[in-house]
């Protein structure tokens, strides 16, 4: 997963917890559980000060084929950040 914050805002960008993600109702896009308490979601955040993106390995489960889930990048400034995916 790559992404832009405008720039370098150092590498603890993320709020506590976060990035996370749940299992979502596919078409109304609601929780189907709460939001796990800890979750390791990816691994390695880098920056890339040529393109001045963020980059950060999101480790899949195959056992999520079937369902759709919500991924939360939360920053540190308590922003949330979110995008649907679905494993269908």
């Not at 976060?18 to 896009?29: G, M, V, Y």
């Not at 609601?30 to 308490?37: G, I, Q, R, Y």
């Not at 999520?64 to 939360?72: E, K, P």
Request: hydrophobic share 40%; proline share 3%; glycine share 10%.
């Amino acid at each position: 997963m790559s992404f832009s914050l405008g720039g370098f805002r150092g590498m603890t960008i993320f709020a506590a917890g976060a990035p996370f993600s749940q299992e979502i109702d596919c078409t109304t896009k609601a929780a189907l559980s709460a939001p796990p308490s800890i979750e390791i979601v990816g691994t390695g955040l880098t920056h890339d000060s040529l393109t001045q993106r963020y980059s950060i390995n999101w480790k899949t489960d195959r056992a999520w084929g079937g369902t759709c889930r919500a991924l939360d990048v939360r920053l540190a400034d308590d922003t949330s950040h979110v995008a649907y995916f679905d494993f269908r």
